[in-house]
Nanobody
Framework: QVQLAESGGGLVQPGGSLRLSCAAS????????MGWYRQAPGKQRELVAV???????SYLDSVKGRFTISRDNAKNTVYLQMNSLKPEDTAVYYC?????????WGQGTQVTVSS
């Protein structure tokens, strides 16, 4: 089994920055993709950013140029640096990890962008 521990959420003013972290533990042997999803109230969960095992990244159009995803394979950790935050970025952010054909989710961390 794999456990994911997220941290770094909180309340920030528009234009501010936050850095989310997600550390994986447990039966780790061959992680494929690591990514971040978010879900705002009344909306479907959406993929924000993903980084593959070879370091390739992709982003939701609305966060391109503002968010940066990265991973530290030695620490089994994925990060999401979020800059120039907007009120519409407010959501619960979930870490996701794919190992072989299985997907795992973190418990979610709240990000609120408000003045």
């Amino acid at each position: 089994q794999v456990q994911l521990a997220e941290s770094g959420g909180g309340l920030v003013q528009p234009g501010g920055s936050l850095r989310l972290s997600c550390a994986a533990s447990g039966s780790i042997f061959s992680i494929n993709d690591m990514g971040w999803y978010r879900q705002a109230p009344g909306k479907q969960r959406e993929l924000v950013a993903v980084v593959t095992s070879d370091g390739s990244t992709s982003y939701l159009d609305s966060v391109k140029g503002r968010f940066t995803i990265s991973r530290d394979n030695a620490k089994n950790t994925v990060y999401l640096q979020m800059n120039s935050l907007k009120p519409e970025d407010t959501a619960v952010y979930y870490c996701n990890l794919v190992q072989r054909t299985l997907g795992y989710w973190g418990q979610g961390t709240q990000v609120t962008v408000s003045s």
